[in-house]
């Protein structure tokens, strides 16, 4: 297995890993965004008060785009699986 096949292979592994956890993250920033502007607003400075609503919107996240998550990652390894007779072999 040369370099270049090596360097493909965890550069398409981040890449997955970017798109995967691409959702979670943005709802977080995004809910963490909103309920920063309303504590701003508000002029009501807890700090607890953002995570019960980011944890429901991460939650809410993974249910609606699990099945996609999870589709994508057995293609990866189902991909990869079949990738194992020319990684060994060389070619």
Do not use: N, R
Not at 61 to 74: D, F, P, Q, R, S
């Amino acid at each position: 297995m040369s370099d270049v096949t090596v360097i493909h292979l965890g550069m398409t592994a981040l890449v997955l890993a970017a798109k995967l956890s691409a959702p979670l993250l943005l709802t977080a920033l995004a809910v963490g965004f909103g309920i920063s502007l309303f504590q701003s607003v508000t002029q009501l400075q807890e700090q607890t008060i953002a995570f019960v609503p980011k944890a429901l919107a991460v939650g809410i996240a993974i249910v609606v785009c699990g099945k996609w998550m999870l589709h994508e990652l057995t293609a990866f390894t189902t991909s990869l699986y079949g990738q194992i007779p020319d990684l060994v072999s060389g070619g």
